[in-house]
């Protein structure tokens, strides 16, 4: 059977994922950008987001920031019900939303569409926490590496 890509507007298409979300099923994305590398490539990975009932520091979510404008990025911190969010490939640039902004939460990778990497396990989030740790200087210069050959 062959399949076809399609295309939408990423406000159509997350509306709709919004929706599937908010119904309780489990939606697998494409991705696209650099903002979460090394983790998350985008064109290469796509992501398996479900509505989980919280949200805790080291999530990766996907928000919607304003109407049509939506990320997926890791919450780096939590104030009450506002939630700061921050691409892995990002150095210095944050968001801010509220927890109702919150469409679903990451709960594996799917590298190249074949390999899942679950995102709950203990060993990931050691992983995650450790480069959300690392000083500044090295994810620089490791995500410059990484954008110029990509290996990770």
């Keep these: 059977m062959k399949t076809s890509k399609v295309i939408l507007p990423n406000?159509?298409?997350l509306g709709e994922v919004t929706r599937f979300l908010a119904e309780g099923k489990t939606v697998i994305i494409a991705t696209k950008g650099s903002s979460m590398s090394p983790?998350?490539?985008?064109e290469r990975d796509s992501v398996e987001l479900l509505k989980m009932p919280s949200v805790?520091?080291?999530?990766?979510?996907?928000?919607?920031?304003?109407?049509?404008h939506y990320v997926l990025?890791?919450?780096?911190?939590?104030s009450g019900e506002l939630l700061q969010l921050k691409g892995d490939g990002n150095l210095?640039?944050?968001?801010?939303?509220?927890?109702?902004?919150?469409c679903g939460t990451v709960?594996?990778?799917?590298?190249?569409?074949?390999?899942?990497?679950?995102c709950r396990t203990a060993r990931f989030e050691r992983r995650s926490r450790r480069w959300v740790n690392a000083p500044r200087i090295v994810r620089r210069y490791v995500l410059g590496i990484y954008r110029r050959i990509k290996i990770l």
């Design 11 to 13: 406000a159509v298409m």
């Design 39 to 42: 983790f998350i490539r985008g």
């Design 56 to 68: 805790a520091v080291g999530d990766i979510v996907l928000c919607q920031l304003s109407p049509g």
């Design 73 to 78: 990025h890791r919450v780096n911190a939590i």
């Design 92 to 102: 210095d640039g944050t968001e801010r939303c509220t927890k109702a902004d919150v």
């Design 107 to 118: 709960i594996a990778i799917l590298r190249n569409g074949e390999k899942r990497i679950d």
